[in-house]
Nanobody, 117 residues
């Protein structure tokens, strides 16, 4: 399974960006896709996840500002990020994992998001 992410960049505080990530290859239909981020000197943290059936989970820090969605037919996940803050600056990674097989856990290459104040 390969994941190709795009959409990062530089934006001013209060601005918006939309990340996209497409998964190719064979993985269980019972999967969850998501976005994680890692800021310099910090551990990677969950941003948002969405199952194939539409169950969504957000980190508290992004609730009300970020929206995750997916297109099941193409195993593509999106992250609409609005009202961005400097603390959102990080490398964003997309992920897809099978719900019932811990060995099926794949990561994209990461895309940089930088929010200037």
């Amino acid at each position: 399974v390969q994941l190709q992410a795009s959409g990062g960049g530089l934006v001013q505080a209060g601005g918006s960006l939309r990340l996209s990530c497409a998964a190719t290859g064979s993985i269980s239909r019972n999967n969850v896709m998501g976005w994680y981020r890692q800021a310099p000197g910090k551990q990677r943290e969950l941003v948002a996840t969405i199952t194939r059936f539409g169950t969504i989970n957000y980190a508290d820090s992004v609730k009300g500002r970020f929206t995750i969605s997916r297109v099941n037919a193409h195993d593509t996940v999106y992250l609409q990020m609005d009202n961005l803050k400097p603390e959102d600056t990080a490398v964003y990674y997309c992920n897809i994992k099978a719900l019932y097989d811990s060995r099926s856990d794949y990561w994209g290459q990461g895309t940089q998001v930088t929010v200037s104040s």
